[in-house]
């Protein structure tokens, strides 16, 4: 008889009863060196997903897991170019957040092939203008997955925007998790 790998969850957010929300970034996020200082000062428990090693975001002691390539997304794509793309990533990870927030059913095929064990999104994002979020209730909840966009310029950077959303994330009673530990 055939065995089939299971396929992994999409997450927007993580059930827990749990005080926590879970700060995650994108590709770029290495380019605010203010954004390494806060993750290494404060012991943030950060999570980068990057195409590249993101080596300094690391150091800092950020986790770094996979992101969907570069060009274009994954749906529609056979399984032979889904399963090559998500598992040709310079580090081993466990986590995946498709570009666009687009995956299709071959995209959880390929990545359970990859050894992914969860496809991440987000329900709120981080905008030069405040929160966003893509359902529910407008305001943090706990086990919410909040994605601090990429940063637009110096007003913008990522590292003033994360101590401003760590003010938010303090006024609603909650703290920072590791997401690895929840998923």
Known sequence: ARTTTP???????VPTTDRVVFLTYDDGAGQDPRLATLIRELRLPVTVFATAHQSALRKAGATVERRAPHRGTLPGLPYPRQRTAICDHPTPSRLLRPRQRAYDRTTLRAAAHCGITAVVLWRATVTPTGLAYTRGT???????????GPARGPATALGERTARLLRKVQERGLTVGHLEDYL
């Open 7 to 13: 396929l992994p969850p999409v997450v927007d957010r």
């Open 138 to 148: 407008h305001t943090l909840l706990p086990g919410d997955i909040v994605r601090v």
